[in-house]
């Protein structure tokens, strides 16, 4: 199982981000998936999650400003993150809750004036 994100980087505050993920090595399109992040010196901890049937669950945090979406056929999921502020300063990861594989290197997003 494997996890691989990209999209992040440098973006000013109210700013938007794409971020992307490849899964492989299990039947990504059975599988809940979601995305994750952690910020310096705090606990990873969801943002948002999406079913295999397509079913979003956010966060508290980014909820309103977030959206989640998937490709099956590519094994790919996505986050449309918008009206980013500082807070939003973290790693951000890929996984699928009930399979608990390990976690990718993940991609920062920085935001800041």
């Known amino acids: 199982v494997q996890f691989v994100e990209s999209g992040g980087g440098l973006v000013q505050p109210g700013g938007s981000l794409t971020l992307s993920c490849v899964g492989s090595g299990f039947t990504f399109g059975i599988y809940t998936v979601g995305w994750y992040r952690q910020a310096p010196g705090e606990e990873r901890k969801y943002v948002a999650l999406?079913?295999?049937?397509?079913?979003?669950t956010y966060a508290g945090s980014m909820k309103g400003r977030v959206t989640i979406s998937r490709d099956n056929a590519k094994n790919m999921l996505y986050l449309q993150m918008n009206s980013l502020t500082p807070e939003d300063t973290a790693v951000y990861y890929c996984?699928?809750?009930?399979?608990?594989?390990?976690w990718g290197q993940g991609t920062q997003v920085t935001v800041s004036s």
């Open positions: 999406i079913s295999r049937s397509g079913e979003p």
């Open positions: 996984n699928a809750p009930n399979i608990a594989g390990p």
